[in-house]
């Protein structure tokens, strides 16, 4: 089906809410509140303000926990004259000691990489905080002061607010970073504006999520931006295609990319899978190396149809929030045109009984599409523990 065939679901709430049946809009909605609950979560950190500037702030994080490691070394950049850094495996650095401090995120804390890191962390006498919702990272950490806990009960990838903030918040709360938090609720209100503008009651023609969806519905969307915060909204948008459209999507990052792989993609040829692109921009793009090659690279793939979005905010953790945000609603419009529960995470639950098989000798079965959706109900809520 092409997707003008599709469209009329996407001014269709009803039929929306109906395919949708454990309410993942309401989550995408809610994400602006959430973001002011760990910006409070992370103000109210038990741990008092630091006497000696720390070597340097690693963040620890795999999959969605991750990102949002990745998302709030971004969003500090700016704020905190300590180098942070993130890292998405459990091993530590050589430069982590008794001088550092180490956060360890994962929304669920059963993750076997979060629980590899924080033991590594404090084998290596680092100050070690855990941002988790509860499991046997949070059983591990012990006392308050080394928890900053976070709600439980939703799928990892739609708390990317608490993730990314509740660290954030807390860096700048023991006195290792200033102006991020007013910068955050900035953000937060360009979030709360743009949500009128992406909600199903908005008309196809007048919402840019819905739009999005319908042009890179029926290909596989490479999704591409500048360095920085791009890269990690480009990676945003892949995941939440995956997760919630059930469409396998690529990113890649400006200038990294030119060469090799646009001249990969410019040979594709037609078909199911036909690639489709989606260039991230914003204001400054103008002004550096990387419009001019990625006029070029646009003009280049045309042929396989290219939209170009720019990131909107004045400062970049507005941008890179709004252009997440924006990711979420195009993935669950995505999933409205395919005909699927955007909530379903099937694939999950057997990756993850796989990984529990490795101590049993019994290895599950691989569902079946229709095993998977008569799972849906059960495993929506299910998250990777890699």
């Known amino acids: 089906m092409t997707a003008e065939q599709h469209t009329p679901i996407l001014d269709d709430p009803a039929a929306m809410q109906a395919l949708d049946k454990k309410n993942m809009l309401k989550l995408l909605h809610e994400l602006p509140e959430q973001c002011e609950t760990a910006l409070g979560i992370g103000r109210g950190f038990a741990m008092e303000p630091v006497a000696v500037k720390p070597n340097v702030i690693l963040l620890v994080g795999v999959g969605d926990s991750g990102l949002a490691a990745d998302m709030a070394c971004e969003a500090l950049a ?3 004259e300590v180098p942070v850094v993130s890292r998405h495996v459990s091993d530590m ?27 590594a962390a404090q084998e290596c006498g680092a100050t070690t905080i855990c941002v988790t919702s509860g499991g046997r990272l949070r059983a591990a950490a012990g006392g308050p002061a080394r928890v900053l806990s976070v ?6 990838r739609c708390a990317i607010g608490y993730l990314t903030l509740v660290p954030v918040a807390a860096i700048e709360k023991i006195g290792l970073a200033v102006g991020a938090i007013e910068k955050a609720s900035h953000a937060i209100k360009l979030l709360k504006n743009t949500r009128e503008f992406l909600r199903p009651d ?13 042009a890179i519905f029926g290909r596989a969307p490479v999704i591409y931006g500048g360095a920085g915060y791009r890269s990690l909204v480009a990676a945003r948008w892949k995941s939440q295609i995956g997760a919630n459209g059930k469409a396998p999507a690529c990113k890649g990052t400006f200038p990294d990319i030119v060469d090799g792989e646009v001249c990969a993609w410019d040979g594709a040829g037609e078909g199911p899978c036909a690639p489709t692109f989606v260039f991230l921009t914003d204001a400054f793009d103008r002004t550096n190396e990387n419009m001019p090659l990625m006029e070029a690279a646009e003009e280049l793939l045309r042929k396989f149809g290219a939209t170009r979005v720019e990131m909107k905010g004045a400062t970049t953790v507005e941008r890179m929030l709004y252009g997440a945000y924006l990711g979420d609603y195009v993935s669950y419009y995505l999933a ?15 990756i993850n ?12 079965t691989q569902p079946s599409e229709t095993e998977a959706r008569a799972e849906s109900g059960s495993s929506a809520d299910a998250d990777a523990s890699f």
Do not use: H
């Open 78 to 80: 700016e704020e905190t």
């Open 353 to 364: 009984e796989w990984l529990a098989s490795t101590e049993a000798p019994r290895k599950p």
């Open 151 to 156: 709600p439980s009960g939703q799928p990892s």
């Open 202 to 214: 908005t008309r196809t023609s007048l919402n840019t999520a819905k739009q999005i969806a319908s």
């Open 93 to 119: 650095p050589a430069c982590i000691g008794s001088e550092s401090i180490v956060f360890v995120i994962d929304y669920t804390g059963n993750s076997r990489t979060a629980l590899r890191a924080y033991r």
């Open 336 to 350: 409205m045109m395919r005909g699927i529960d955007p909530s379903e995470m099937a694939a999950v639950s057997f």
